[in-house]
């Protein structure tokens, strides 16, 4: 699904209170019939957030950021279990380099196997799109679809909406705060077309 | 058993990240160090008054050390939002608060070992192995009951412009009974102990170190909150 809509009308907000991050100011939000506030842990191992901040520590190398992640989940966090993970997004070739060298798009990469780490059943993506060359963005597709066929729902914010109306099944427009539109991907390709 | 293991993954996280910024341990190892001197500067060539206020000096230069280096561990965090990022996992926020509160904890023990022969140096005071150690002991323990809340408040002031105004306000009305103790219980393995308090000193010391460790470990959860 896509949340689209202006800035300001409220995608990142959703998403956040979805994560648990905010608190509704009014209303009630469930993730698989469990109150993002209240049932906290239960709820973040059903979901993973990828937002416009990478998450990244400057003076860490992309292995040891994913071994601190991997230990936290609980997974295997030997570097040859971690190195394909690197391979997947093209970082194989730097994993002994510090994060504070890598540039946006390599950090959005490293950020994004925090969910592969995850395997969600949910993924919310923050402009997943943002800050990526044009086969960063391929990537991020793949793996988008990759994850919707691995069984993952995936809520997605973003602006770049002819990239996401091809990947989405369902799409709805936001304008402060409220939904003022419902459809799928072509449809919202084209109500928004028609605006511009 | 998983809030241990997730801590102990933040404190080897922390202690990394330390090693790679050594220029920040070396800051705030050379303001304690001038802390100490200024306050020798301060009393003068008198070397009773300094022997006298040696335990002082050397708990205060602790106490400012640490509200620099609070503030700074949860500036790393801030950076790219990382403290959020760890937030999303399913981590226990007391897994985050314990490996944060440890991390900082053994940062200001790695101080010890500078100040301690600097303090005794500049303020004339001789003492024995033993006393060295015990001295050693209750700064653990001084920098443990300074910690637990100075990890809690750093945490709930590292989203604010103030936050080098706000923590140390914060702080040190609440750390008062470990400046109390710790000050007194130093001052008696530096100037003997002919009444033998120096035991419940450091029982008092420690039970307030006890008591900021568990009710801070519960707060914790509530001073990451974003809240929208």
């Known amino acids: ?196 | 058993m998983n809030v241990i293991r997730q801590a102990l993954v933040l404190v080897g996280k922390d202690m990394l990240l330390e090693w790679r910024g050594r220029s920040r341990f070396i800051s705030v190892l050379l303001f304690g160090v001038v802390t100490l001197l200024l306050f020798s500067f301060a009393v003068g060539p008198d070397s009773v008054a300094l022997r006298a206020a040696a335990a002082g000096f050397l708990v205060l230069a602790l106490l400012l050390s640490s509200t620099l280096s609070l503030s700074e561990s949860f500036r790393l965090e801030q950076e790219e939002r990382a403290l959020e990022g760890l937030v999303l996992l399913p981590v226990d926020p007391v897994a985050l608060f314990y490996g944060k509160a440890i991390g900082n904890t053994l940062f200001l023990l790695l101080l010890a070992p500078i100040f301690t022969p600097v303090a005794l140096v500049l303020y004339s005071v001789e003492l024995g192995a033993m006393k060295i150690l015990t001295l050693v002991g209750l700064w653990a323990l001084a920098a443990a009951g300074l910690s637990a809340p100075g990890t809690l408040y750093a945490a709930m002031t590292s989203r604010l412009r103030s936050q080098d105004v706000l923590l140390p306000l914060l702080l040190f009305p609440l750390v008062v009974p470990v400046l109390m103790g710790s000050v007194k219980a130093m001052a008696l393995v530096l100037g003997g102990d002919p009444l033998e308090q120096l035991r419940s000193w450091t029982v008092l010391l420690g039970g307030f170190a006890v008591i900021y460790w568990s009710l801070c470990g519960l707060l914790f959860p509530y001073a990451i909150e974003e809240g929208g």
């Open chain 1, 1 to 196: 699904m896509v949340l689209a809509g202006s800035n300001g009308s409220g995608k990142t907000t959703l998403l956040r209170i979805a994560a648990g991050l905010y608190k509704p100011s009014r209303g009630k939000i469930e993730v698989y019939g469990l109150d993002p506030q209240r049932e906290r842990l239960e709820c973040r191992r059903a979901l993973s957030m990828i937002s416009h901040q990478a998450y990244l520590y400057d003076r860490l190398t992309a292995i040891e950021t994913l071994r601190i992640w991997a230990r936290l989940l609980d997974r295997p966090s030997a570097d040859s279990d971690l190195m394909p993970l690197l391979a997947s997004v093209g970082l194989e070739r730097r994993p002994r380099l510090q994060v504070a060298g890598f540039s946006a798009g390599m950090r959005k990469r490293l950020t994004l196997l925090r969910t592969r780490l995850e395997q969600p059943r949910l993924l919310l993506l923050d402009e997943p799109f943002s800050a990526l060359d044009v086969e960063g963005k391929r990537q991020v597709e793949d793996w988008i679809r990759d994850a919707r066929e691995a069984g993952a729902a995936v809520i997605m914010a973003s602006h770049a909406i002819l990239r996401v109306s091809r990947l989405c099944d369902r799409a709805v427009l936001l304008e402060r705060g409220q939904i003022v539109w419902r459809g799928d991907g072509e449809g919202l390709a084209r109500r928004l077309g028609e605006q511009a």
